[in-house]
Structures are given as structure tokens and as C-alpha cells.
């Protein structure tokens, strides 16, 4: 018995390491930024809203994905969540730029931003990856079971950005509008250089088959299969919009 109640409080400790708060409401500003996971030390450089991001192995579990595992990672995510039932509109905003340090000719892609609602395994409700031709795409999976049982790719997206993001150190305003429809979806229009790049649609599954999503949080950093060296840097603000 006194076995059985340590392995309890162990799991319960466990799940609550994880698990995440939910915000009061939809705020006006979010700003409860922090380290995802953990990074090689000096691979996150902080001074919000102002963020400096280079190569690190991948300290959170290895999560298993389409094509392989994500061997690198340098994340910042939000410390709260929204509720699925959040109705409301936010702009994520990264004035950023990035140089890719590595020597090889294919360049690696990566995801610059994401929604996560507390699933392990399978893409999120959003990816918003820059791809190794620079352009931008928007991803998400639907997870059925275990590990990576997912149905892939299931935003509903307008295709590819057009304009191509050089890593030479140009400065780019990438915009991440997010209108949450209060019933665990949402639509998402990126914009780079006010100029509208990518749509894209993420309905919730149907069905007891599915995971649902608990809540939203969100987040921003460098985030590769393969390891590449690079600096981004980042200034970043997320507000409600009307």
C-alpha cells in the first residue's frame, strides 16, 4: 500500500509538472514568456521582449515525429494557457532575423512559432515552419492514440508563402494573426512584412477516437529535426486585437 501511494504521488507530480494554468480570461497583453524545457547553456539569451536564440540539443523527452526525431531546440512557450472556449483575437509579432552559420548547402527548416494544447506526440493545432527554400507553411496533425498515431497534415491552408526569408541577417516583421472560435479552433493569417503570406483553418476532430485539446499555449524560438548552426534574434509582442 505505502508502494502503491509513492508511485501515486509520483505520477501526480509528474503530471502536474506539465500540466499548465490556465489564464483568467483572454488578456490584453501575454507576456508570461519562459524557457521551454531547458537549452545548452547560453543557447537563449533573454532580455523581454527581446530574444537571442542559437543552436541547442533537443533537453525536453525525444519526441518521435514524422521523419524522425527533432534533435534541435531553442524555445521560449508561454507560462499560462488559454481555455478552448476563449473567444478572442491575438497578434503575435517577432521583428526578427536569423543567420544560418552552417556550411551546408541545403538549409534546415524549422518552426518559428506554434500552438500546443498538451498533447505528447504528433504536430500541434499549428506549425508555422519556415521551410529550407525560405518560404513559409503552416502544419497540424489530429492525434489518435499513443505516441505518433496521427492523421497528418490537417489545416485546412491557403499553400505556401511567397516571399522568400534569406538567413544572412535580414530583418523581417512576421505576424501571427490567431481568431479563436471558443470551440477549440481557430484561423491563423501570417503576414510578413504586412504583407498577408499564409491562411489557414484548424477545426477540432470529432469523435471519441481523437485527443481533444485541453488548452492553447503558445510557442516561439527554433525548433529543427536535424542540428544547424545559426543566431536568431527576436523581439516579440502577443495582443488582443478587436
Not at 126 to 141: C, E, F, M, P, T
Amino acid at each position: 500500500m505505502k508502494i502503491f501511494y509513492t508511485i501515486f504521488i509520483i505520477f501526480v507530480f509528474a503530471y502536474n509538472s506539465y500540466a499548465k494554468n490556465t489564464y483568467f480570461g483572454a488578456p490584453s497583453k501575454i507576456t508570461d514568456w519562459v524557457i521551454s524545457c531547458s537549452v545548452d547553456k547560453g543557447s537563449i539569451i533573454e532580455n523581454h521582449p527581446i530574444y537571442t536564440f542559437k543552436t541547442s540539443k533537443n533537453l525536453c523527452y525525444k519526441g518521435v515525429n514524422k521523419g524522425g526525431i527533432y534533435n534541435q531546440r531553442a524555445e521560449i512557450n508561454t507560462r499560462n494557457a488559454l481555455t478552448i472556449s476563449t473567444k478572442a483575437k491575438y497578434n503575435f509579432q517577432s521583428i526578427f532575423s536569423i543567420k544560418d552559420l552552417s556550411k551546408n548547402f541545403y538549409k534546415e527548416k524549422f518552426d518559428i512559432f506554434q500552438i500546443h494544447d498538451s498533447r505528447d506526440g504528433c504536430a500541434p493545432p499549428l506549425k508555422v515552419n519556415i521551410q529550407s527554400n525560405g518560404l513559409l507553411r503552416l502544419y497540424a496533425d489530429y492525434k489518435i492514440g499513443p505516441g505518433e498515431q496521427c492523421v497528418r497534415d490537417v489545416i485546412k491552408s491557403s499553400g505556401f508563402g511567397k516571399t522568400q526569408i534569406k538567413r544572412d541577417g535580414t530583418e523581417y516583421k512576421l505576424n501571427v494573426l490567431l481568431n479563436f472560435d471558443g470551440k477549440s479552433g481557430f484561423n491563423v493569417d501570417v503576414y510578413l512584412d504586412d504583407k498577408l503570406e499564409v491562411s489557414g483553418k484548424y477545426t477540432p476532430p470529432t469523435g471519441n477516437k481523437y485527443v481533444a485539446s485541453k488548452y492553447f499555449y503558445f510557442k516561439h524560438g527554433v525548433y529543427s529535426q536535424n542540428m544547424f548552426d545559426y543566431e536568431m534574434k527576436s523581439k516579440i509582442s502577443m495582443k488582443k486585437v478587436k
